[in-house]
């Protein structure tokens, strides 16, 4: 983890705006807590924040000068690349190494890299920037137009503190925001995203050229099961040493009790005892004082099963114990409204992730190694599981929602008529279904069933790879070794049948990782991330809700249905009993502080 931030200006010299840079510089400091760098020519800066990991990927400018380079994140194949490169130091940095790759070979090094990254490269010869992205996309980078050139940063907010960039949100980032179809994407008006697997180069004018070096590909699967499972644990002990750093004094993992972090966590603390290092620190969240309450989508406590993980592998166990009340503190709100640049879909369970990892992060603790990537890659989520949902010719993750009542999507139900008749969802629903399976590729003879699965597949492979937003802004670099592009291509192509192996989600994970774990951990179903079943939780709700309705200058009042609003804010229940009527005020709250805090301007009309 790290951050970047540049500005490019085709007509102003940028030597003289030193002390902006650095302000702008300054909006990252909680990407890259340890130091900070900048660098301004006459019509190019790039500010750069550093989380130090004992790598330097602080911004290099090659001499004479024609070429600057920036790298976030953590790329592998460096080693690869300074044996390719004639001449290169023996501890050239990453954005040295990037540099001298680009003035090699110019853009075709990109692919030789693995791992999380963003690469950022000025050509002061042709006044051309690149920016380029790893295939997982877990380094962000967000860019947008000024008059005269444009910038570029790893967090919106960044671009938004620039004098000439405005807050402005129209319909269609209104419909990020809100909806739940696709992740939040750039949000504001005129912001663009370099995309997974992207290179968007800009000429001397500020055109953009973008370009895919990767997607997932179709392809017939030919290992047999017992090859399968081989392959799969193969390719995770790969993807764990790539991912465990050479110093972990400061490495942690987080430990649900569920297969996914199960299995990461097993394979690292395995591999450390391999290297003859410290035992794994992993970390636990558990809520004091709230009974356990199993709904849809979670069936049993993750403390226990994650106690009982630690003891089998060997790691030095934490449990980090949140209070329920913890969750709506002002400071936690705007913690993670700032952590998230955006209302999050389920606030509750957000915000004690939020709390979680700032605790883990006061701990010294910089690396985060975590389970994320087993559903997306194993279909193990219920919408991939659930032949309704799988059938529903929509996001099956939409169909959900639906299926419980919120028509469109979860939080939407306090929107008024007027807000709804803009947002037009279920027309933006059809249509960003359609484009995003439009490139889905099947093989001949596949069945309906295995047509519709791999659609699945294809949506959360390519729309879920990442959700890093909360790590950074609590200085930590979540590294997920499922995430491994190699491994994501092998599963994407595994069948149905053999993904349903031993009538289980995520059968074929489990099977390459049961010799590590106890029994009950291979067979326990999947729970998702705990919340708190305190009724003091839906109380503030309420009482936040009745101080919006409250305010006439509250800017969400604009687009709530008041009414409807007023009857939630007046029943002492049903905020305790129905979760998706909680889930609309969530929603509403946040979306008022967002507008708030952000100073959105809308422009709906």
């Known amino acids: 983890m790290s951050g970047v931030v540049g500005w490019i200006d085709y007509s102003r010299n940028l030597t003289l705006e030193a002390p902006l840079m650095t302000a702008l510089t300054g909006t990252l400091a909680q990407r890259g807590p340890d130091a900070e760098e900048v660098w301004i020519s006459p019509h190019a800066a790039i500010g750069y924040r550093e989380l130090d990991l004992g790598v330097n990927g602080r911004p290099f400018a090659l001499e004479p000068g024609p070429v600057a380079a920036c790298v976030t994140g953590t790329p592998f194949g460096l080693d690869e690349l300074r044996r390719r490169l ?7 940095s990453a954005a040295e190494l990037a540099a001298r790759a680009y003035l090699e070979w110019g853009t075709d090094f990109v692919p030789w890299l693995d791992g999380p990254f963003a690469i950022v490269i000025w050509d002061g010869r042709s006044h051309e920037l690149v920016l380029a992205r790893d295939r997982i996309g877990g380094q962000p980078l967000f860019y ?32 990020q925001v809100i909806s739940h179809a696709l992740p939040t994407g750039p949000i504001f008006a005129g912001f663009e995203s370099v995309g997974q697997a992207e290179i968007v180069r800009f000429d001397g004018e500020g055109r953009a050229r973008r370009e895919r070096y990767w997607q997932l590909s179709t392809r017939e699967h030919t290992d047999d099961l017992d090859a399968t499972v081989a392959t799969i ?30 299995s990461v966590a097993a394979l690292a603390a395995a591999e450390l005892r391999h290297r003859g290092q410290d035992p794994l620190r992993t970390f636990t969240i558990d809520y004091l004082d709230s009974e356990f309450q199993a709904d849809v989508m979670r069936r049993t406590k993750d403390e226990p099963y994650a106690r009982k993980a630690a003891q089998h592998i060997g790691s030095v166990h934490t449990v980090i114990s949140l209070r ?40 010294g603790s910089k690396i985060i190694l975590t389970g994320f990537g087993g559903d997306n890659a194993f279909l ?96 930590l670099q979540a590294r997920s070794p499922i995430n491994s592009y190699r491994l994501l291509e092998y599963a994407y192509n595994i069948p149905a049948d053999l993904q349903a192996h031993g009538g289980i989600e995520k059968g074929l994970l489990r099977a390459a990782v049961a010799d590590l774990l106890p029994e009950e951990i291979v067979q326990r179903r999947r729970s998702a991330t705990p919340v708190s079943n305190h009724p003091d939780y839906p109380r503030q709700l309420q009482a ?42 969530e929603l509403m709250i946040q979306l008022n502080n967002w507008l708030t805090g952000y100073r959105v301007r809308l422009a709906l009309r």
């Open 86 to 92: 004639p001449n290169a130091p023996s501890r050239a």
């Open 144 to 175: 947008t137009a000024t008059p005269t050139g444009l910038v570029f940063a790893s967090r919106r907010d960044t671009l938004l503190a620039h004098p000439e960039v405005r807050p402005t949100v129209d319909v269609d980032g209104l419909r």
């Open 233 to 262: 644990r193969g390719l995770l002990e790969e993807s764990i040493k790539l991912n465990l750093p050479e110093d972990t004094t400061s490495l942690v993992s987080m430990l649900s009790g569920g297969i996914d972090s199960s």
């Open 324 to 363: 329920p009340s913890d969750i709506l503190h002002p400071l936690v709100k705007d913690g993670l409204l700032f952590a998230t640049e955006a209302p999050t879909r389920i606030y509750d369970m957000d915000a004690g992730q939020h709390i979680f990892l700032r605790n883990t992060a006061a701990t």
């Open 380 to 475: 193990g989520s219920n919408w991939a599981i659930d032949r309704g949902l799988v059938e529903s010719g929509t996001f099956p993750w939409l169909a959900l929602a639906q299926r419980h009542g919120a028509v469109n999507g979860f939080g939407t139900g306090l929107l008024n008529k007027e807000t709804l008749a803009l947002l037009d969802f279920p027309v933006y629903y059809r249509d960003t279904y359609a484009t995003a399976i439009a490139n889905v590729a099947h093989l001949p003879g596949e069945d309906q069933w295995q047509r519709q699965l791999r659609r699945v597949s294809y949506l959360v492979l390519t729309l879920f790879r990442t959700d890093y937003a909360m790590f950074s802004a609590a200085g």
């Open 544 to 585: 936040e809700l009745k101080e919006i309705l409250a305010d006439n200058q509250a800017p969400v009042r604009a687009l709530m249905d008041l009414d409807q609003a007023s009857a939630r804010a007046g029943d002492p229940t049903v905020l305790a009993e129905n979760r998706i009527a909680r889930a609309d005020v």
